[in-house]
């Protein structure tokens, strides 16, 4: 799908790995904030390189100098194309854009649509939010309004390999934005990866999923690393091989029309390793301490 218009400029809101602190002092520094936005940029610079692309321009804006630096560095070569507002207010970046992302903490969405003339400035832009847990409505009420035509609203949650262009990208489903507006996000959003729409009544919980299977894969693959290396694998070649064969039972799932229940089957020979191993972790409830983690991770995110 070809990008409906051949000039686009998209501001992000929150970059580089920024401190809640810089946007509500009460909260304790977190170097991970601003993570996403940042995977986004890096995944739209990889994408547009090529000269059929659409004419993008990019502007960012972080609360501190100490951000921007920090996103000088991750963008490397390719931080020429940006321009970083550092300081100040976002009205600065918002402005020039056709598209804003909100990246910040969710917890300083009153403080930023606080800022004087801002929500004036997203008047008839797409504003695509990647705020976890923040509603259609929550998000109106912050714009001082009750679903004004002239703001047109996305509410989306990319996976962290939209850094590397393999996102799987939830959009929830809305009145709320323009035909044009939907197609341009879509056009956006599959550069990145795979997009799938959903009902916003089921936004947060398959949100949490996707935590869930993150978290999941984080303790995972460490287990295995560092049983591997107990047994005599050196740790790089032992990283290689876990994260390969997810990828590869992954693919399986994705692509080659299997299910879990097949795909163990087939690798489950009579005296065979694989099955021996499912059985040790049966033996240690692995499968019901995965479905209690996912059923949690949902229920803290409806109780966000």
Same mark, same amino acid.
Request: charged share 15%.
């Given at each position: 799908?070809?990008?409906?218009?051949?000039?686009?400029?998209?501001?992000?809101?929150?970059?580089?790995?920024?401190?809640?602190?810089?946007?509500?002092?009460?909260?304790?520094?977190?170097?991970?904030?601003?993570?996403?936005?940042?995977?986004?940029?890096?995944?739209?610079?990889?994408?547009?390189?090529?000269?059929?692309?659409?004419?993008?321009?990019?502007?960012?804006?972080?609360?501190?100098?100490?951000?921007?630096?920090?996103?000088?560095?991750?963008?490397?070569?390719?931080?020429?194309?940006?321009?970083?507002?550092?300081?100040?207010? /976002? $009205?600065? =970046?918002? #402005?020039? @854009?056709?598209?804003?992302?909100?990246?910040?903490? %969710?917890? &300083? *969405?009153?403080?930023?649509?606080?800022?004087?003339?801002?929500?004036?400035?997203?008047?008839?832009?797409?504003?695509?939010?990647?705020?976890?847990?923040?509603?259609?409505?929550?998000?109106?009420?912050?714009?001082?309004?009750?679903?004004?035509?002239?703001?047109?609203?996305?509410?989306?949650?990319?996976?962290?390999?939209?850094?590397?262009?393999?996102?799987?990208?939830?959009?929830?489903?809305?009145?709320?934005?323009?035909?044009?507006?939907?197609?341009?996000?879509?056009?956006?959003?599959?550069?990145?990866?795979?997009?799938?729409?959903?009902?916003?009544?089921?936004?947060?919980?398959?949100?949490?999923?996707?935590?869930?299977?993150?978290?999941?894969?984080?303790? /995972? $693959?460490? =287990?295995? #690393?560092? @049983?591997?290396?107990?047994?005599?694998?050196?740790? %790089?070649? &032992? *990283?290689?091989?876990?994260?390969?064969?997810?990828?590869?039972?992954?693919?399986?799932?994705?692509?080659?029309?299997?299910?879990?229940?097949?795909?163990?089957?087939?690798?489950?020979?009579?005296?065979?390793?694989?099955?021996?191993?499912?059985?040790?972790?049966?033996?240690?409830?692995?499968?019901?301490?995965?479905?209690?983690?996912?059923?949690?991770?949902?229920?803290?995110?409806?109780?966000?």
């Amino acid at each position: 799908m070809a990008c409906p218009w051949q000039n686009v400029h998209v501001a992000v809101l929150g970059c580089g790995k920024e401190s809640p602190s810089a946007y509500l002092p009460n909260l304790a520094a977190d170097d991970r904030l601003g993570f996403m936005g940042t995977a986004i940029l890096q995944g739209l610079l990889n994408k547009t390189r090529q000269d059929d692309s659409p004419s993008i321009r990019y502007t960012t804006w972080v609360r501190s100098q100490t951000s921007s630096e920090r996103l000088e560095h991750t963008l490397g070569d390719d931080w020429k194309r940006v321009r970083c507002v550092a300081g100040g207010d /976002a $009205v600065q =970046a918002v #402005v020039p @854009a056709d598209i804003v992302i909100l990246g910040f903490p %969710p917890g &300083a *969405l009153q403080s930023v649509f606080a800022t004087p003339g801002l929500v004036g400035a997203l008047r008839r832009k797409l504003i695509i939010s990647l705020l976890a847990g923040v509603s259609y409505s929550q998000l109106q009420a912050a714009m001082s309004g009750t679903g004004s035509p002239d703001l047109s609203l996305l509410r989306v949650i990319p996976s962290i390999g939209a850094k590397i262009n393999d996102s799987v990208t939830l959009i929830a489903e809305t009145a709320a934005t323009t035909h044009q507006h939907r197609q341009v996000a879509v056009w956006m959003f599959d550069q990145l990866g795979q997009t799938q729409w959903l009902p916003e009544s089921i936004m947060d919980e398959a949100t949490a999923t996707g935590a869930a299977c993150n978290a999941l894969t984080m303790v /995972a $693959v460490d =287990a295995i #690393v560092d @049983a591997s290396v107990a047994e005599g694998i050196p740790r %790089p070649a &032992a *990283l290689k091989l876990a994260a390969a064969s997810l990828r590869s039972a992954a693919g399986l799932l994705l692509d080659g029309g299997m299910t879990p229940e097949s795909l163990k089957e087939s690798m489950s020979v009579p005296k065979g390793i694989t099955i021996n191993s499912v059985l040790d972790l049966e033996r240690g409830h692995v499968r019901s301490a995965i479905s209690d983690a996912v059923r949690h991770a949902i229920q803290y995110t409806r109780d966000m």
